[in-house]
């Protein structure tokens, strides 16, 4: 059975001060396998970003179901869900979201906040998933002293330290300059072999291949795949 399967999901929203509803997904249907590295490309406003929170256990699709290993994530209770983000799912952002007024290493235990795990073990956690990251020396730094690929790095290394099964990444190397975003791309390839599953939305036919797979999706609807030979 494949980890993650989407069902006819269909997404319509209702502007305010319009009349007619504006859909944003029509009809989709994706399975992602374990392990598998899978890019989703499109134009601006082709529904990417949509999919990814509705993925994401953040915004309900109109019509069909989204399942994450075996759980329909959109039964689950509201609280429930937020379990559920939490044990499952890693997020990447484009812009960060870092806390500037804390360390790197205070930045990626900030998931572990609500763990019953001890201190000790939580900042075990972090360091560990900074080493993994490249980034152990420099636990003790605001993100403001880092450059733009160590913060690129960092935000890595707080979607893993939950060890979820499943990194969504927003467009990762969105802000950064080419050779950064490749040190990037490089982090998730690291990541991927040794069998962490990601679906990574991005612009750059660059970075999709380095995918094992290339979903396409235009005007909301994906229109053909292409998948590298292993």
């Known amino acids: 059975m494949s980890f993650v399967v989407i069902k006819n999901v269909s997404k319509v929203y209702q502007p305010d001060g319009i009349d007619s509803a504006v859909r944003v997904l029509a009809d989709i249907n994706l399975a992602v396998q374990e392990g598998e590295f899978i890019s989703l490309m499109g134009p601006s406003g082709s529904g990417k970003s949509t999919l990814l929170t509705i993925m994401g256990a953040m915004n309900r699709p109109s019509e069909g179901s989204v399942m994450v290993d075996g759980v329909d994530v959109y039964e689950l209770p509201e609280e429930r869900r937020a379990d559920f983000r939490r044990e499952y799912l890693g997020f990447v952002f484009q812009q960060h979201h870092l806390m500037p007024y804390l360390n790197t290493l205070e930045n990626v235990m900030l998931p572990l906040v609500t763990s019953k795990t001890s201190a000790k073990e939580k900042r075990s956690r972090a360091m560990a998933v900074l080493q993994r990251v490249g980034l152990a020396n420099k636990a003790t730094r605001l993100p403001n002293q880092l ?15 939950n060890e979820p099964p499943l990194i969504l990444a927003d467009e990762p190397t969105g802000t950064l300059d080419s050779n950064t975003g490749s040190e ?3 982090v998730f390839q ?12 991005t612009h750059n036919p660059e970075n999709a291949l380095v995918a094992h797979r290339i979903v396409n999706i235009r005007d909301g609807r994906m229109f053909n795949e292409s998948e590298k030979e292993q």
């Open 147 to 161: 450059s733009g690929g160590e913060q690129g790095r960092l935000a890595i290394a707080r979607a893993l330290v």
């Open 184 to 186: 990037i791309m490089e």
């Open 190 to 201: 690291q990541l991927n072999a040794q069998g962490q599953t990601i679906f990574m939305v």
